[in-house]
């Protein structure tokens, strides 16, 4: 199970180019080095020049520290450039270990700082692991089709979620999304930042 943007034999997405171009500009915006970028986001300052070389694979949660170190939403990362619908994203941000399964952040909307809205689509035994979000932040999930398994940490607890069902949670704990049903799952995720 991968959390990173894309696998390592997959071809180069146009969002990798997107962070690298984002990351290298909005840091050069907050004139800040990549050392100090580093220490600011406890990323290290190897994977910080190969994610804006456009060389490495990246997982969300870096992904989020680097948002966070530099005052940006993780949105603002990922979307591309030339893009100037800021609600309107639809970028690939993870591919699952299994063809088939991905995320897409498809948009964002302000709330306290804002919201992403997220289609996922799992394969029959593919998982994705979110790890802890910061205090306040919250999940949602609507299920199109498919059974969701919903792993919570904090209480220990599992959800099955089916078509037409929602749940919403506290996401201040790591937790697991997973198809152990033997049919495709596609749902709606949204983050509350």
Same mark, same amino acid.
């Given at each position: 199970?991968?959390?990173?943007?894309?696998?390592?034999?997959?071809?180069?997405?146009?969002?990798?180019?997107?962070?690298?171009?984002?990351?290298?500009?909005?840091?050069?915006?907050?004139?800040?080095?990549?050392?100090?970028?580093?220490?600011?986001?406890?990323?290290?300052?190897?994977?910080?020049?190969?994610?804006?070389?456009?060389?490495?694979?990246?997982?969300?949660?870096?992904?989020?520290? $680097?948002? /966070? *170190?530099?005052?940006?939403?993780? &949105?603002?990362?990922?979307?591309?450039? #030339?893009?100037?619908?800021?609600? =309107?994203?639809?970028?690939?941000?993870?591919?699952?270990?299994?063809?088939?399964?991905?995320?897409?952040?498809?948009?964002?909307?302000?709330?306290?700082?804002?919201?992403?809205?997220?289609?996922?689509?799992?394969?029959?035994?593919?998982?994705? $692991?979110? /790890? *802890?979000?910061?205090?306040?932040? &919250?999940?949602?999930?609507?299920?199109? #089709?498919?059974?969701?398994?919903? =792993?919570?940490?904090?209480?220990?607890?599992?959800?099955?979620?089916?078509?037409?069902?929602?749940?919403?949670?506290?996401?201040?704990?790591?937790?697991?999304?997973?198809?152990?049903?033997?049919?495709?799952?596609?749902?709606?995720?949204?983050? $509350?930042?």
């Amino acid at each position: 199970m991968s959390t990173t943007m894309h696998k390592e034999n997959s071809p180069r997405p146009a969002v990798l180019q997107h962070v690298s171009q984002n990351v290298r500009r909005l840091r050069n915006c907050a004139d800040l080095s990549q050392t100090a970028l580093a220490e600011k986001s406890g990323v290290s300052r190897r994977m910080l020049v190969a994610i804006e070389a456009g060389e490495k694979n990246v997982s969300l949660a870096t992904l989020d520290r $680097v948002a /966070e *170190a530099l005052e940006v939403a993780f &949105s603002d990362l990922i979307q591309a450039p #030339e893009n100037r619908d800021y609600s =309107r994203i639809n970028e690939l941000a993870w591919a699952g270990t299994i063809s088939g399964s991905k995320a897409v952040l498809l948009a964002r909307a302000i709330a306290r700082r804002e919201v992403e809205l997220w289609e996922f689509c799992l394969e029959p035994g593919d998982a994705y $692991v979110s /790890e *802890a979000d910061p205090d306040g932040w &919250s999940e949602q999930v609507y299920i199109v #089709e498919g059974y969701l398994t919903l =792993r919570l940490s904090d209480p220990a607890a599992v959800q099955q979620i089916g078509p037409g069902e929602f749940f919403m949670f506290p996401s201040n704990q790591p937790h697991r999304y997973c198809n152990e049903a033997d049919v495709p799952l596609r749902f709606v995720r949204n983050v $509350v930042l």
